[in-house]
């Protein structure tokens, strides 16, 4: 028998590990809200009024259509009251360029042509130190939890040493965001793609994400129309044997020439991998194309204002919706939130099929877009990109990443629809709560993190302005292609086109 001085010990270490774990699991009522749950049979919205939804550890353990007797509640839950507010499940971004942050304004009448010289990694290392794309991602991810996105699939092409990627995924694990964090294999000067691989097999290893919202994924554009086959070999390998989370890829087609489209990948039996495979923009689409998307089960990311803003368009996402969800692309050249992008593909889709009957010389009797699928397409379409079935709803047994909105401010007062409401109604300023994880990343309209206002926007800016500066004084490159004629909105001399308002 042990001796009972050999017993005690380990019956401590046994009890400091049940504490802990049962300060861990807290539980909290959201109750006397509007609750926008996601029925798994119908496989739609469905509006629950003056309900209640308890949040146990990290996921959604019930739904109650009436307030629930403290005796159906965990002990020690605590109860937030959400009258005449709005709870949803929150928005998943599902292309971003986390680090870019420090660009913000820069580009704000820049074209793709102009970005990729100019802003894209390879281009903008020189300007950016491992401590920049640090707090560069680590402010850019608090923008978008302050604006209701708890999950986010970040193209991660700051991975130009192996510094420079280890600060941004951690400052991914440290913003406590959901964040698919996509290691890039790029072709770079001064860091080979054999480095690059070897720097991610590392990285991968170490595990550094494990237990945190934070999980690792793999990001590469070069799989067409003629790929390095040895560097698309150590890709899946790499893919299996670390069972990374997912692997994203830009593909522009059409006058761009950056093709790496749905067929390529096809061709090299990528797209049946089993891993969630995610197309940004797949601009130019073609009907091959989408037919192999829907044949395999992966999706496009549309990134509304990005392809509006930089002119590769989006002429026929609409047509694939069933394989598509929403991102923001390069944030720092636009809003950063995904209702934005949810609001404009809304009524971009909506003018592209009202287009079809006015060419026609006919009146559209019916809206062929409603919000419910707009909500869709910036929630539960993201959870479907990275196959996930219990990310972008509110559900029994989902994730607790939480949207609570403010029912009664000036541009939500008077809905009747919660969900028309938030996607036409609402503005970033009405996210009063987020939560990831079923723990507070903003409460009562403020990020949570105290590093927010007493370090992170300090460090942010000081990193921002230097920044700034290299590239106000570093000349713009010369481009070639095609010109845009300018709008005018002046008479007379001039046209009110500013070329900047930058100050150094």
Known sequence: MMPLRHILPLLLQVLDISAACAANTTSTLFRNGTIVAFNRETESLEVIRNGAVLVTGDRIA???????????LPSGTEEVDITDKILTTGFIDTHRHGWQTAFKT????????????????????GHVSAEDVYIGQLAGLYEALNAGVTTSVDHAHHTWSH??????LQASIDSNARVFWCYTIQDRENFSIDEQLADLRAVAATASFRGTPTS???AYDSFGPNPNLTVVEAIVGLIREFNLSVLTTHSVQGPYGFDNSPEDLDSLNILNLPIPIIISHASFLTAAGATLLRSANQYISITPESEMHYGHGHPTAHLILDQAALGVDTHFTFSTDILTQARLWLQSARRTRYELVLDLWQTPINNPMSVNQAFLLATRHGGLALRRDDLGVLCEGAKADLVIWDGTSPG?????????????HANIGDVQGVMVDGRWRKRDGKIVDKRYETEVKQRFLESARRIQRDLINTPLPVLNGGITQRVDTLRGEGDGYAETLLEV
Do not use: C, H, K
Not at 106 to 125: C, V
Not at 412 to 424: E, H, R, T
């Open 216 to 218: 690792m994924g793999i």
């Open 62 to 72: 019930s739904i109650f259509p009436n307030l629930p007797t403290r005796s159906e």
């Open 412 to 424: 939500m007062l008077g809905w009747v629809d919660p969900v028309a409401a938030v996607i036409l």
């Open 163 to 168: 510094e420079a990627a280890v600060a941004g």
């Open 106 to 125: 820069l580009g704000s009448n820049t074209s793709l042509i102009e970005y990729f010289p100019r802003y894209i990694g390879f281009a903008a290392q």
